[in-house]
């Protein structure tokens, strides 16, 4: 009987265990924001591997045309052109370089998009065109969110603004059985480097990966119970049913 009890109290405490306190659960409950150190800018710094689409443009339409180069598929038969000819994108090479039309080489992995207009602007200007207009995106800049999220996967962000938050939206937000401290991996130079956030402070605001930059990982631990579940078996289910008959049988026995 004494071994019968036993069994029925660890069955006991395991249920217990997996109920998530309410501190755990909600979202920016403690520390007060500091406003000044909260800021609305953000910006993105080019890698190697980010596949930039540059738009040059200027009131002398001939004279941007060597620098707008269309990317076409030729059949091999009749040699024409197949689909619509799709504007050119520049990957930025392992060495952080593209190879941009008459310039040649340029070294712009770790330059800003500001600093990358400024570097074409001052190598167009007079020589090629006068006063030009730049634009540049990025046209595979994704984030990755895993881990006890409802959706976890890769995310196209198009306007290449996301914040942390964003990403945990993107992904159905976090299951009642993650944990509310995530990590944001990111590469910065040759290495990864981890970032640890918590979604039960304010502070999360201030953070330097709040703003989320191309390529970064978004990941949600889950809590101790959840990951004690994912050892159990098939079985589990059976097992809880054999403890409630016990309950019942001791029930009765010690009347």
């Keep these: 009987m004494q071994k019968v009890k036993k069994i029925v109290l660890i069955l006991f405490i395991t249920i217990l265990s997996s109920c998530v306190s309410k501190k755990d659960i909600i979202y920016f409950q403690n520390d007060q924001v500091e406003q000044a150190k909260v800021s609305n800018s953000y910006k993105t710094v080019f890698k190697p591997d980010d596949l930039l689409q540059i738009t040059v443009s200027a009131l002398d339409i001939e004279a941007v045309k060597p620098f707008n180069l269309p990317a076409v598929t030729y059949a091999t038969t009749t040699n024409s052109v197949i689909g619509t ?39 167009l200007d007079p020589d090629y065109i006068k006063k030009p207009t730049i634009n540049i995106i990025i046209s595979n800049f994704k984030i990755t969110v895993l ?109």
């Design 85 to 123: 000819p799709q504007q050119q994108a520049y990957l930025i090479d392992n060495k952080g370089y593209i190879d941009f039309p008459l310039l040649g080489r340029l070294k712009i992995a770790g330059l800003t998009r500001s600093e990358t207009i400024k570097l074409l602007k001052n190598k």
């Design 147 to 255: 881990g006890d999220v409802k959706t976890p996967g890769s995310y196209k962000i198009p306007n290449e603004r996301i914040t942390v938050l964003d990403a945990i939206g993107l992904a159905g937000d976090l299951n009642i059985s993650g944990i509310r401290n995530i990590e944001v991996k990111r590469e910065e130079g040759n290495k990864i480097t981890t970032y640890k956030l918590d979604l039960r402070s304010n502070k999360l605001f201030t953070s330097p990966v709040y703003y989320l930059q191309q390529n970064d990982i978004v990941y949600v631990q889950p809590n101790k119970a959840r990951s004690q579940s994912a050892s159990y078996n098939q079985n589990t289910g059976l097992f809880i049913s054999i403890g409630s008959v016990l309950i019942s049988l001791i029930s009765i026995l010690t009347r």
